[in-house]
C-alpha cells in the first residue's frame, strides 16, 4: 500500500554514517517488521474572544459581541469543543443582522459535525450554506466525503459527487475523485473504486498523477503487483511519469508479498527514470531488507543512501532496533539506540517497548527495568505494553510477588492495569500453585471493570482440570457464557480431557455433544482426546465409531488416533488386532512413528512374544529409524525376566551407543534386573557406580534391594564403599554423612541404609531411577 504522509520525517545531519555502518556492518541478519509511530502535534495557539455576553447561555468558551466579524466567529468556533454548543452557537450567529457568510465558518462547523456523525445537521448547514449564496468550493465537499468514510458509509460518500452536481452546481473534477478514491482504498472497497473510476473516465475528468497512485495503491493492497506495474507503464499515455510515491506504493507491495528483490527491480526502474527518493522510500527499502531478516545487507544499503545524501532518521532507527530485538540481538539493538541518542533523535514509547520486550523475551529482567529508567529520565511515559512485558516475564520466572507489585503501582503512574496484565499474573500464580490467589485476582479483575477474556478462562479451567475440580471448572465456563465471552474449541478440549483422564468418560462426552450445540467446531484433538479416553475406558467399539466421525468430518487421522486404538490392543493382549491397526495407519497413509511400533513392542513383551519383539525392533533399525528408549525398554525388561542377562545388557549399551540415550526407566530396568539375581551382584555394583558419575541417584528401594544382596554376600566393605560414593556424588553434608558412616562402622546396617534413604528422599534428584 502507499505510505503515510507521517512517515515524511524532518531529515537531520547525519554526522556520523561512516561510524554507523562501521560499528554495525559485522551485525548477523535479523529480520525487521514494518514499524509506525505518530507524529507528536503542537495545539494551536488558542485566539482569543472579546468578553461581552450576548451570547445565548449554555454556550462555553464563546463569548461574542453581535457586532462580530466572521474571523471572531470562527476563531470561537474553533475554541468549542463541543459539536453541540459549536451548532447553537452558528445558529444564534447566523441569525444576528451582521453574519456575513464566509467559507471557513461553514468548512469548520461542517468539519466538528462530520467528526461526530452529526449528518443531519450538516444537511441542514449545507441548506444554510445554499441560501446564503455563498460561494462553495470542491473542498467543502471533501469534509463530508471523509465524514461518511469514518463511519464507513461509503455509498453515501459516493452520493456525495451527485449532491455537488446537482444541488450546488460544483461539478466534480479530479481532485475530487482522487479524494474520494482514497478514501475508498484506505476503507478497503476495492469494488467500489472500480466503479468510482469508471465513472470518473465516462464523466471526461481527466486523471493526474495522484489518480493514478491511488489506483496503483488499491491493486497493491489487493496484491497485484503484476497489474499494478502494468498501470504504471500505461502513464505515458496520459502524458504522466511515475513520481516518487508511484514507485515507492509498488516496491511496499512487493515487500509486503515478501518479495524484496521485486522492490529493488522497482528501485532500478526509479534509478533509470532519473527519479527524485526522499527519506521515505528509503526506509521502506530498508525495512523490506530487514522484514526478510537481512539486517547485514541493510546496512550496506544504508552506507550507499548515505553516501548519496540520505539522512537516517527516527523511522530507520526503529526499523534496526526491531529487527535485532525479535531475533533476540538486543546487546546490537541497545547500541543502535545508543547511537540514536547521540544523533539528537528522542526514542517514543514504541522504540523502548520494542527494546524492554527484547530483554524480557531473553529473561533480562533487570536490564529491562534499567531501559525503563531510562525511559522515565528521558520523559518519555510507559505504557501498560511495556509494564505487561515486564510483569509477564517475571511471572514465567516464577517471581509471581515481585510482579504484582509492579502491577499494582501502575495506578499511582496513570496506568491502568488491562486484561494481558491480568493474564499473566493470573497464569503465573497458577503455576507456582497459588490458584486461590489467582481466583482472589480473577475476581478483583472483574470489579475492577476489566473484563476476563479467552485467554483467562482457559488459564483458570486448565489449572482446575489438572487439579480434577471439574465442577468448578465448569462453573466457569457457564460464567465465560452469561458474560459472553468467546469459547473456542481450546477451551472445550481442556474439559473433554480433564473428565477423560479422571475416567469420567460420560461427562466428557456430554462436553463433546455441547461443541455441537454451541456451534464450536471440533478439531483433531477434540477427537483424539475423546477416542483415547473411550479406549482406555475399554469402550473400544465406541471409539472405533468415533473414528468413522471423524473421517465423515473431513479429518485424517494422524499417529495420535491410531497410537491410541493401538495401545489398548496392547493391554488386552490382541496383538493380530494390535498389528492391523499399524497396516491400516500405513494403509491409510500415516506412517507409524517410533512411539507406534515402542507400543506394539510392549505389547509384544507382554503376551511373551520376545523374540517377534527383537525381530521387530531389528527391522526398525534396517530402516534406519532411530529408535527411543520407548521401543528398548520392554524388550530389555523381557531379557531380564528371562534371566537373559547377557542379551538385555548388550541391547541396552546399543541403546546407549546408536540411538537416544536411555531414559531414568532404563536405568531402573537394569538395576533392578542385576539385583534381582539375574547376574553377578558385583555387575549391580559396578552399574550404579557408572549411573551415578552419569547424576542418576538411586531410588531406597532398589538401593536396598542391592544392599540386602551385598549383605547376604558377605560384602559389607563394597556396600561401604558404595554409600560413601553416592553420598559424594549427592552432596550429603557432613553431618548427614558422618552420622551414616557411624552406623556402618558399628556395623547397623539397616540404621544406617533408612537415614540414607531419608536424606536421598529429601534431596529429590533432578534425574532418578523412578522418574
Not at 80 to 85: F, I, R, Y
Not at 324 to 329: F, N, P, Q, V, Y
Not at 413 to 418: E, Q, S, V, Y
Amino acid at each position: 500500500m502507499a505510505l503515510s504522509p507521517s512517515l515524511n520525517l524532518k531529515c537531520h545531519p547525519w554526522t556520523s554514517s561512516h561510524n554507523l555502518i562501521h560499528r554495525l556492518a559485522s551485525y548477523p541478519s535479523i529480520p525487521a517488521n514494518p514499524i509506525t509511530f505518530q507524529l507528536s502535534r503542537n495545539s494551536a495557539k488558542r485566539p482569543s474572544a472579546k468578553l461581552l455576553s450576548a451570547v445565548p447561555s449554555g454556550i462555553s468558551n464563546a463569548l461574542l459581541s453581535p457586532d462580530f466579524t466572521p474571523k471572531q466567529l470562527l476563531d470561537c468556533l474553533r475554541d468549542e469543543k463541543d459539536e453541540k454548543l459549536a451548532l447553537r452557537l452558528f445558529q444564534w450567529a447566523s441569525e444576528q443582522p451582521n453574519f456575513v457568510p464566509a467559507l471557513p465558518v461553514y468548512e469548520e462547523i461542517l468539519e466538528k459535525l462530520g467528526n461526530v456523525g452529526s449528518f443531519d445537521s450538516i444537511r441542514k448547514v449545507l441548506n444554510h450554506m445554499k441560501l446564503s449564496n455563498v460561494d462553495v468550493v470542491e473542498r467543502v465537499f471533501f469534509i463530508l466525503i471523509g465524514s461518511y468514510a469514518k463511519f464507513e458509509l461509503y455509498d453515501e460518500a459516493i452520493s456525495v459527487l451527485d449532491v455537488m452536481e446537482k444541488e450546488f452546481r460544483v461539478r466534480p473534477g479530479t481532485h475530487a475523485y482522487n479524494f474520494l478514491l482514497n478514501v475508498l482504498v484506505d476503507g478497503n472497497k476495492l469494488k467500489l473504486v472500480e466503479s468510482v473510476h469508471s465513472e470518473m473516465i465516462s464523466s471526461g475528468v481527466k486523471p493526474d498523477i495522484s489518480t493514478f497512485n491511488i489506483l496503483i495503491k488499491a491493486l497493491c493492497k489487493a496484491h497485484q503487483i503484476r497489474p499494478a506495474i502494468l498501470l504504471m507503464e500505461e502513464m505515458p499515455k496520459y502524458s504522466l511519469a511515475p513520481d516518487e510515491k508511484t514507485f515507492t506504493t509498488i516496491m511496499q507491495g512487493y515487500i509486503e508479498e515478501g518479495n524484496l528483490e521485486g522492490a529493488l527491480r522497482v528501485r532500478e526502474q526509479m534509478v533509470a527514470a532519473q527519479c527524485q527518493w526522499s527519506s521515505v522510500t528509503i526506509n521502506v527499502l530498508i525495512n523490506g531488507f530487514c522484514k526478510e531478516g537481512r539486517i547485514e545487507e541493510a546496512l550496506i544499503f544504508v552506507q550507499k543512501m548515505v553516501n548519496e545524501g540520505f539522512c537516517p532518521d527516527k523511522f530507520t532507527f526503529n526499523t534496526l532496533i526491531s529487527g535485532l530485538c525479535k531475533a533476540g540481538h538486543v546487546s546490537h539493538a541497545l547500541e543502535i539506540l545508543d547511537l540514536m541518542l547521540q544523533e539528537g533523535f528522542d526514542p517514543d514509547v514504541f522504540t523502548y517497548n520494542t527494546v524492554i520486550s527484547g530483554l524480557c523475551k531473553k529473561g533480562e529482567v533487570k536490564e529491562a527495568m534499567e531501559v525503563l529508567n531510562q525511559m522515565l529520565s528521558r520523559d518519555c511515559s510507559p505504557n501498560a505494553v511495556t509494564y505487561n512485558a515486564i510483569i509477564s516475564t517475571l511471572c514465567k520466572d516464577n517471581q509471581v510477588e515481585e510482579a504484582t507489585e509492579l502491577a499494582r503501582s501502575l495506578t499511582s503512574k496513570g496506568i491502568l492495569p488491562d486484561v494481558s496484565t491480568f493474564n499473566s499474573l493470573i497464569q503465573g500464580l497458577c503455576l507456582t500453585s497459588n490458584f486461590n490467589v489467582a481466583m482472589e485476582l480473577f475476581t478483583e479483575m472483574k470489579m475492577e471493570g476489566c473484563e476476563p477474556d479467552e485467554f483467562t478462562y482457559n488459564i483458570l479451567i486448565d489449572c482446575l482440570c489438572g487439579k480434577g475440580k471439574l465442577e468448578e471448572a465448569l462453573r466457569l465456563l457457564k460464567d465465560m457464557e452469561s458474560s459472553g465471552c468467546a469459547r473456542s474449541v481450546i477451551t472445550y478440549n481442556t474439559l473433554i480431557d480433564g473428565f477423560c483422564k479422571i475416567r469420567k468418560i460420560e461427562e466428557a462426552e456430554e462436553i463433546f455433544d455441547q461443541m455441537e450445540l454451541q456451534g464450536v467446531s471440533r478439531n483433531l484433538v477434540t477427537y483424539n482426546t475423546l477416542i483415547d479416553g473411550l479406549c482406555k475406558a475399554k469402550r473400544v467399539d465406541e471409539a472405533a465409531q468415533l473414528m468413522d466421525q471423524v473421517i465423515m468430518e473431513g479429518l485424517k487421522p494422524d499417529k495420535f488416533t491410531y497410537n491410541s486404538l493401538l495401545s489398548y490392543f496392547c493391554r488386552e493382549g490382541d496383538i493380530q488386532k494390535a498389528a492391523d491397526i499399524v497396516q491400516t495407519m500405513t494403509s491409510n497413509g500415516c506412517e507409524p512413528d517410533v512411539v507406534t511400533y515402542g507400543t506394539l513392542i510392549q505389547g509384544l513383551c507382554k503376551a511373551g512374544r520376545v523374540e517377534v519383539a527383537t525381530r521387530l525392533l531389528r527391522s526398525l533399525q534396517m530402516k534406519g529409524m532411530v529408535l527411543t528408549p520407548h521401543a528398548y525398554n520392554p524388550v530389555v525388561q523381557a531379557l531380564f525376566r528371562r534371566r537373559k542377562v547377557k542379551e538385555a545388557m548388550q541391547l541396552f549399551r546399543e541403546m546407549e551407543e546408536k540411538n537416544d540415550p536411555p531414559d531414568a526407566i532404563s536405568y531402573k530396568i537394569v538395576f533392578r534386573g542385576l539385583c534381582s539375581g539375574g547376574g553377578p551382584i558385583g555387575d549391580a555394583v559396578d552399574f550404579a557406580l557408572e549411573v551415578a558419575e552419569k547424576g542418576y541417584l538411586p531410588d531406597v528401594s532398589s538401593f536396598n534391594m542391592l544392599a540386602e544382596g551385598l549383605c547376604s554376600l558377605n560384602m559389607e566393605e563394597t556396600l561401604v564403599k558404595l554409600v560413601d560414593k553416592i553420598m559424594v556424588k549427592a552432596r550429603f553434608s557432613q553431618n548427614e554423612a558422618a552420622m551414616i558412616r557411624g552406623f556402618l562402622k558399628i556395623r547397623k546396617f539397616s540404621d544406617a541404609l533408612a537415614g540414607f534413604g531419608r536424606v536421598l528422599e529429601s534431596r529429590k534428584p533432578r534425574k532418578s531411577y523412578w522418574r
